[in-house]
């Protein structure tokens, strides 16, 4: 039990290590998440502009995993979140401005 314990703890430190690697998606997985949580009409926005895929996640930091599949849906679906914020005001929520920013930067953009 030792064991497991130091293993599931082994892989924490490894996905923060991934984390503090690439601030820029910290900072855009943590504003989108707040653009989003309690704000049913940019939740109904979000499914009318991108009807396809899922919401945005919103990863809980003590749970190593939700992070990275935070950050995989971001590199799947970076163009049509993308388009979601542009059609929302910045002047409505700091977020908002905020994620709009971050996602103009060329480096959180996956490169092909």
Known sequence: MIHVTCLAHGM???AEEIRRHFPNVDKLISRV???FLKA???TI????EAP???LPPEPILTR???WLQAASYYCQYFKEIYKVLQLLDSN???SIREA???VTDRSVEMKT
């Open 12 to 14: 924490h430190r490894i």
């Open 33 to 35: 998440k707040q653009v």
């Open 40 to 42: 049913p009409s940019r």
């Open 45 to 48: 926005l979000f499914k009318t």
């Open 52 to 54: 396809v895929i899922p």
């Open 64 to 66: 190593w995993g939700t």
């Open 92 to 94: 409505d929520a700091v």
């Open 100 to 102: 709009k920013i971050i």
